[in-house]
Structure formats: structure tokens, C-alpha cells
């Protein structure tokens, strides 16, 4: 299995179909409150792996139902269908966050939608058998749906668990807990961020109205370095380069996705000419 998995991720010529369709999915649902909303933003985390629960389980419970005896059929039959409709948002929010990867993780991911896509069809093909009574061939259809799935979850932990997509990249950025000069204070201009490192981590320093404000440099979405983004000065906030997620300089917070985990915040102070950090605990 491992040797299959290195096999997709260094194919390249997926990337004939990848690469465009990352394109259109980034065109199809373009920054601003259905981003946000598909990618999680409100709900702290991603939002696709809570949805593949709904899809799964109406689908995994009409199997067993199958397995029961005929006075279930029709509960079956609902319960397929459900699954059918949750899949439609489900596939939306892996979109959604499929279309600001890249690389290996965007091949891994386009095999992992294929198949969920094959597994959706076979399912939609077993509910319209249901519907006319070929209770048989809607059995073996759910059965063969289920085996593709089970494929498509396969490459979707492996998404998450090997390559690390949808994963926080700030997850072990917890800093000291001691205060730790980072920079003189006249090197903190107000109203532009400064780039410090407070131990191993680098850390966006940033003075507002006399307030000294320091959030973790790097995009807890995708890495991206904070440094060389966009700062709006009015609104305080701080654009990623690279996918565009937009963070409040001083609490970190989320102002807009794609980005779901805010950034880690540090509490800052000014000491004997020196600026100050220590992780925040709150």
C-alpha cells in the first residue's frame, strides 16, 4: 500500500487534469463568506471531515439495514438517499479546501475526490434501484459503493495524517512562557509589522496605537510567511501571501478564510528599552 500511495503522489501527469481543476474550484468558490463558511472558519477547524460523518453514516446504516431483512427496505431507501444529499456539501467543503493545495497533496486529493465521486454515483445507482424494487441489485450496488468509499477514506487519512493537509501548522508553535527580548523598541515602528524569532519560532510584532501587539508569523493554514503579506493598517489585520487568509495582527483571530485556527498570540510588553514576549495563555 505505501508504494501505491508514492505512486500518486509523484505522478505528474495527474497534474494535466489537477492543476485546472484547482483553478476552476478557486474561480468556483472565491474568497469571501461561502469560502469561509465551506472552509470552516466559523467552526474553528475544517468543516469537510464533520460532513463525511453525515454521508457515511446515513450510507453505512442502509447497509445494515440490508443486512437485517426485507421489513427494512424502505428505511434503507431514505437513509441512502440522505446520504446522497449530505454528500453534496460534504464534496463542496472538500473543495473548497482542495483548491488551495498543491503538489503531492493536490494529486493525492483529486484521487481521493474521484473515487468519492464513483462511490457517490454507485450509491445514487443502488437508490434508484431501491426505488423500483430491485431490492437485489441495490444491495450489491451499496456493497461495491461501500468498497470504493472505503478506498477514497483510505487516501483522505492519508491526506490529513501523512501529508498534513487541513492540519494547523502553528499546532507546535507554543513558544516560552518566560518573557524573551525579542527586539529594541525604537526597531517597532508604529503601524508596521516587524519580524522577530522568540526562541526557534518567528513571531509578527506589531504596534498599534501605542499598544504592542505579536502574533505567530507563520499562516496557520498553509504555512505561508505572515511577514510578506498585505497589512491593512486600519482594520489591524494581515494578509497571507499565498491563499490570502486574513488575520487581526494583535488577537489573531480569523477574519477570513481559507484559514479555520487563528494564529497563536503573544503577550508583549515594553522592558529597559526592550520588546518583550511570552506565549499568551488565553
Same mark, same amino acid.
Given at each position: !500500500?505505501?508504494? #501505491?500511495?508514492? $505512486?500518486?503522489?509523484?505522478?505528474?501527469?495527474?497534474?494535466?487534469?489537477?492543476?485546472?481543476?484547482?483553478?476552476?474550484?478557486?474561480? !468556483? #468558490?472565491?474568497?469571501?463568506?461561502?469560502?469561509?463558511?465551506?472552509?470552516?472558519?466559523?467552526?474553528?477547524?475544517?468543516?469537510?471531515?464533520?460532513?463525511?460523518?453525515?454521508?457515511?453514516?446515513?450510507?453505512?446504516? @442502509?447497509?445494515?439495514?440490508?443486512?437485517?431483512?426485507?421489513?427494512?427496505?424502505?428505511?434503507?431507501?431514505?437513509?441512502?438517499?440522505?446520504?446522497?444529499?449530505?454528500?453534496?456539501?460534504?464534496?463542496? $467543503?472538500?473543495?473548497?479546501?482542495?483548491?488551495?493545495?498543491?503538489?503531492?497533496?493536490?494529486?493525492?486529493? !483529486?484521487?481521493?475526490?474521484?473515487?468519492?465521486?464513483?462511490?457517490?454515483?454507485?450509491?445514487?445507482? $443502488?437508490?434508484?434501484?431501491?426505488?423500483?424494487?430491485?431490492?437485489?441489485?441495490?444491495?450489491?450496488? $451499496? !456493497?461495491?459503493?461501500?468498497?470504493?468509499?472505503?478506498?477514497?477514506?483510505?487516501?483522505?487519512?492519508?491526506?490529513?495524517?501523512?501529508?498534513?493537509?487541513?492540519?494547523?501548522?502553528?499546532?507546535?508553535?507554543?513558544?516560552?512562557?518566560?518573557?524573551?527580548?525579542?527586539?529594541?523598541?525604537?526597531?517597532?515602528?508604529?503601524?508596521?509589522?516587524?519580524?522577530?524569532?522568540?526562541?526557534?519560532?518567528?513571531?509578527?510584532?506589531?504596534?498599534?496605537?501605542?499598544?504592542?501587539? @505579536?502574533?505567530?508569523?507563520?499562516?496557520?493554514?498553509?504555512?505561508?510567511?505572515?511577514?510578506?503579506?498585505?497589512?491593512?493598517?486600519?482594520?489591524?489585520?494581515?494578509?497571507?501571501?499565498?491563499?490570502?487568509?486574513?488575520?487581526?495582527?494583535?488577537?489573531?483571530?480569523?477574519?477570513?478564510?481559507?484559514?479555520?485556527?487563528?494564529?497563536?498570540?503573544?503577550?508583549?510588553?515594553?522592558?529597559?528599552?526592550?520588546?518583550?514576549?511570552?506565549?499568551?495563555?488565553?
Amino acid at each position: !500500500m505505501p508504494g #501505491i500511495l508514492k $505512486s500518486i503522489e509523484q505522478a505528474q501527469i495527474l497534474d494535466r487534469v489537477a492543476v485546472p481543476g484547482a483553478d476552476a474550484a478557486s474561480k !468556483m #468558490i472565491p474568497q469571501g463568506p461561502v469560502k469561509d463558511t465551506l472552509t470552516g472558519k466559523w467552526l474553528g477547524h475544517p468543516l469537510h471531515p464533520v460532513l463525511t460523518d453525515v454521508a457515511i453514516g446515513c450510507w453505512a446504516a @442502509a447497509g445494515a439495514l440490508d443486512l437485517i431483512g426485507k421489513r427494512h427496505h424502505k428505511s434503507a431507501e431514505v437513509l441512502t438517499g440522505l446520504g446522497i444529499v449530505a454528500a453534496v456539501p460534504t464534496a463542496l $467543503s472538500g473543495i473548497a479546501d482542495w483548491a488551495d493545495t498543491t503538489g503531492e497533496e493536490r494529486r493525492v486529493g !483529486m484521487v481521493h475526490a474521484a473515487g468519492n465521486t464513483v462511490a457517490l454515483a454507485t450509491f445514487a445507482g $443502488s437508490y434508484l434501484a431501491r426505488r423500483r424494487g430491485k431490492q437485489n441489485r441495490a444491495k450489491v450496488l $451499496s !456493497m461495491v459503493a461501500h468498497a470504493v468509499l472505503g478506498g477514497a477514506g483510505f487516501l483522505g487519512g492519508h491526506l490529513t495524517y501523512r501529508l498534513g493537509s487541513g492540519v494547523d501548522r502553528t499546532a507546535f508553535d507554543q513558544g516560552s512562557d518566560q518573557w524573551t527580548p525579542v527586539l529594541a523598541d525604537e526597531d517597532l515602528p508604529e503601524g508596521s509589522p516587524v519580524l522577530a524569532r522568540a526562541g526557534q519560532i518567528e513571531v509578527l510584532v506589531y504596534r498599534n496605537s501605542g499598544v504592542v501587539c @505579536a502574533i505567530a508569523n507563520t499562516c496557520s493554514h498553509r504555512g505561508g510567511p505572515l511577514n510578506e503579506g498585505k497589512v491593512d493598517p486600519e482594520s489591524r489585520t494581515v494578509t497571507c501571501p499565498w491563499h490570502a487568509s486574513e488575520f487581526d495582527l494583535c488577537t489573531g483571530t480569523v477574519v477570513h478564510g481559507p484559514a479555520s485556527a487563528p494564529q497563536p498570540k503573544f503577550d508583549a510588553r515594553i522592558n529597559g528599552g526592550k520588546v518583550e514576549l511570552r506565549r499568551s495563555a488565553g
